[in-house]
């Protein structure tokens, strides 16, 4: 009988902590939210998706603490303006996280440009952080990084989403990792459900977390804290409804920051 | 030797005319814009990309008498508001085209339901027709019609792009028509370079289209009126800066709306 070979144990995975990685990029907003994250010991971002400014500045002023980013959609605000964006930033630096707006700028580069820099929003004046989807190709980021380099900001790719059905897998996910790592001056990671690339200088955070998983009636589907960050090596976790939904959201913010800082820290070598 | 076969000519490429086409959808936006296209005898879309009201408002004037429908990026205006909205709604019905918001929606199917429906902007109240890009799979369409058909809105997916290196091919295509047939109440085309489907309720609207051929610098890639009918099969050109950024905007536009009638009419059937 031939010898039955030793069960191989998965190697352990590990992790550089968020300071070390300040090494691996130049961009002033992917160092910016690295050091939030080490010395807030937050690796928890929030979606406000609510179309009122007062209830996103409310939230924003409850969960600032417990955040190294809050992720909004402005585009959604009913009563949006420039007084509500200028709170916004005074609440980003009283508690010192980033402003994530997650416009997935989808256009050829001319348009995008506009988009980001012009219009009703301005974005690029203000958000630290705004994302692309890499369908367009390379110009979508050209036509970004011309407006939001000068300003210091970054951009994230979506190179796969949470929802049922999503295009972005296979050969247009590592479409978005190529555009990603030829744009590194500009481009400081991906929205995707897990870690794509070892290259330090890119950061993964992933949408779609609550502690209690399950699906919305729409297509979403969630994982929870602890599985997006030692099971698919993400670094940030992204929660919208599970914090904003909750009947306390400041501590429900709390838990999830800390299940996401304790997956992180059983990793970090 | 063997006898040569005798060279075959390709099929001659027919279409259905714009007229006849409406026995083939229900959704009211389509029915609409095939009976503008008939009426005016206009497959001419022109794609309005200026960050000033006045000036989208003046060329929506000079250009309305040419085109079937109008496309717009209303979040590159600086000065958008409601009145420009109403006075754009009035051009329309002066002269008989249809509003085209290029949203490009690519997010989850909540998200998209609120920025289609709320915002500053409410694009479902007064935009005839949007689109969006099949990447987050079916949710983003579902989202977007929960608001949209109770208005009798139509929505394009963006199966292909015109811009250099764009990831919307192969099976990413098949998918985005795909996500057609199945909500052909609320789905009524695409945005894509080449027709993609024989359903003759489904449009195939083609952008990128400049009589000079060429690019631009941020990685556009442009096709001649005549090649995109009756090479691609397409139905209706949008054109951008062919004729926006022409010194006769108006007369460039009757250029166009002849070139692509003149092509579309050689091949009705």
């Known amino acids: 009988n031939m010898p039955v070979p030793a069960a191989q144990a998965a190697p352990k995975v590990t992790k550089k902590s968020f300071k070390a990685r300040t090494d691996y990029t130049t961009n002033p907003s992917a160092l910016a939210l690295l050091n939030i994250m080490h010395g807030k010991q937050s690796n928890l971002a929030v ?3 609510v179309p009122d400014k007062k209830k996103v500045l409310e939230l924003a002023e409850a969960l600032g603490p417990e955040i190294c980013m809050l992720k909004t959609h402005v585009d959604v605000i009913e009563d949006f303006d420039m007084d509500f964006v200028k709170a916004l930033q005074d609440l980003a630096s009283k508690y010192d996280f980033l402003i994530f707006e997650d416009r997935k700028f989808a256009d050829i580069g001319n348009t995008v440009s506009l988009q980001y820099g012009k219009g009703v929003y301005h974005i690029a004046d203000w958000a630290h952080i705004t994302n692309a989807h890499p369908v367009p190709g390379n110009g979508v980021v050209a036509g970004l990084k011309q407006v939001g380099l000068p300003k210091g900001r970054g951009c994230l790719l979506v190179a796969q989403m949470s929802s049922a059905g999503a295009l972005a897998t296979g050969s247009y996910t590592d479409a978005a990792v190529k555009m990603a790592q030829e744009n590194k001056d500009f481009v400081i990671g991906f929205i995707s459900q897990k870690k794509l690339t070892d290259d330090e200088g890119l950061l993964t955070m992933t949408p779609g977390v609550k502690m209690s998983g399950g699906g919305d009636g729409l297509g979403q589907q969630y994982n929870t804290p602890e599985s997006v960050i030692t099971k698919n090596e993400a670094d940030i976790i992204i929660v ?28 970090v070598v």
Not at 246 to 252: C, F, V
Not at 254 to 259: D, S
Not at 262 to 267: F, V
């Open 47 to 49: 979606a406000v998706d």
């Open 240 to 267: 919208g409804r599970g914090v904003c939904e909750a009947a306390d959201p400041a501590a429900e913010a709390a838990k999830y920051r800390v299940a996401g800082w304790e997956a992180y820290q059983s990793l």
